[in-house]
């Protein structure tokens, strides 16, 4: 009697109840939702397995019905397949966006401390950044404050922005 339990045991280890694979599906699924909603340029150079890639290009063509379909395939195909390239992908993709962003933010945020205290923000961001042009910094910010002064549209100001989001970013 006690060998039909032990293999009763061994059957159990290996039994994976439907709800289980019913929440490792919606995963799947919400995976290959993500990945679908990359842009075109990152799908066609991320890599993926060539049924994979069209897949998830002809769900970013399909609309409503067929696109649930195509994600509910999407996730089926990705049953198959190791998922954590993809996912580490993913979080590449998404780190990148949100690291361009912090540099968007902290390129405005010198500029409008330039254009409040002039030179004493310069040496600040000069020990930060000590390879940027101190003189045509200086001249720029003179010009944007000047602008500002006079209300006039802000195009000093933008070259200035543009250059700091050019030394943050590098």
């Not at 998830?56 to 996730?75: D, E, F, N």
Request: aromatic fraction near 6%; include cysteine.
């Amino acid at each position: 009697m006690s060998n039909q339990y032990e293999d009763a045991e061994l059957v159990d280890d290996d039994w994976v109840s439907k709800s289980q694979l019913k929440r490792e599906s919606v995963e799947l699924q919400k995976l290959g939702r993500d990945l679908a909603d990359l842009s075109v340029e990152k799908i066609e150079s991320a890599g993926f397995s060539g049924e994979l890639q069209s897949a998830l290009l002809l769900a970013k063509q399909s609309k409503k019905g067929a696109h649930k379909r195509q994600i509910k395939y999407i996730g089926k195909l990705l049953r198959s397949m190791d998922c954590q390239p993809m996912i580490d992908y993913l979080d590449r993709a998404n780190n990148a966006s949100a690291e361009a962003v912090r540099e968007l933010h902290q390129a405005e945020q010198w500029r409008d401390r330039f254009l409040e205290e002039g030179d004493a923000a310069l040496s600040d961001f000069l020990k930060q950044f000590s390879g940027a042009d101190r003189q045509s910094l200086r001249q720029m910010i003179r010009s944007a404050q000047q602008e500002a002064k006079l209300q006039k549209p802000p195009k000093t100001a933008r070259i200035l922005f543009r250059y700091l989001r050019e030394l943050v970013s590098s």
